[in-house]
Structure formats: C-alpha cells, structure tokens
C-alpha cells in the first residue's frame, strides 16, 4: 500500500524530494521511516517520524534530508538537498509497527515497504 515516486537523475548540489503515497491516513500515523540501498551495500536507514512528529536521521544525511508527512493527503515525504554522489541508491519507504519493534533502522520494524524508487546523483 506504499507508492515511491520522485526519484531521478540530478547533478551533485541539487535536491529531489521524494513522496510515499499511502492508500490511506492510517498508514501515515506511525512507525514512518525512509531507506536506501546502494548496490553492493547493505540497506540503510536514512530518516524516521514518529507519531508525535519526532524526527532521527542517519549522520550521513543530517541537515541535508528532512523527512515530513501530510496525513491528509497520506503521503510521507524526504526532502533532499545538496544531494552528494554517495546518495546514489534505490530508496524505499516504510510504515506501519510490526509486532517486533526494535531500532528504526531495522527494515522489521514496519508492516509494509515501498518498492523503492532509484536516486542517481552525478559528480
């Protein structure tokens, strides 16, 4: 039920902002959370929002990616700004709190994933 779109080419400096349609407000409530993987690497996770708003991002990206929602329109967002080479990779997002709980960056911790959008960013 989670719909990447977004993603594209850009030059090393620029910024894409991605967006995760969900089919509904319910999956925007909670447990949110955006993550990549480049090929030959393990995934990773980039940004996550809580329920009360709360945002953590990995230090690769801190003060470059924001990760925000508009419930109303079910959607999760990840603003990208001076985008680098090395944010090369596919991206997915994730929602809604599995039984297992756990880290934010455990892929486990979400019900559902996106099928992930590729970002290319060229020096």
């Given at each position: 039920p989670l719909v990447?779109?977004?993603?594209g080419s850009v030059q090393a400096g620029?910024?894409?902002r991605l967006s995760c349609a969900a089919r509904d407000r319910f999956y925007v409530t909670n447990c949110l959370a955006w993550f990549r993987?480049?090929?030959?690497?393990?995934?990773?996770?980039?940004?996550?929002?809580d329920n009360l708003?709360?945002?953590?991002y990995a230090d690769s990206?801190?003060?470059?990616?924001?990760?925000?929602?508009?419930?109303?329109?079910?959607?999760l967002y990840l603003q990208m700004n001076s985008l680098k080479?090395?944010?090369t990779a596919m991206y997915y997002c994730a929602a809604g709190c599995s039984a297992y709980g756990g880290s934010w960056r455990?892929?486990?911790r979400y019900n559902y994933l996106g099928q992930g959008i590729q970002v290319t960013v060229s020096s």
């Open positions: 990447e779109s977004g993603g620029e910024s894409l993987q480049a090929p030959g690497k393990e995934r990773e996770g980039v940004a996550t929002l708003g709360s945002t953590t990206v801190k003060g470059r990616f924001t990760i925000s929602r508009d419930i109303a329109k079910s959607t080479p090395e944010d455990e892929g486990k």
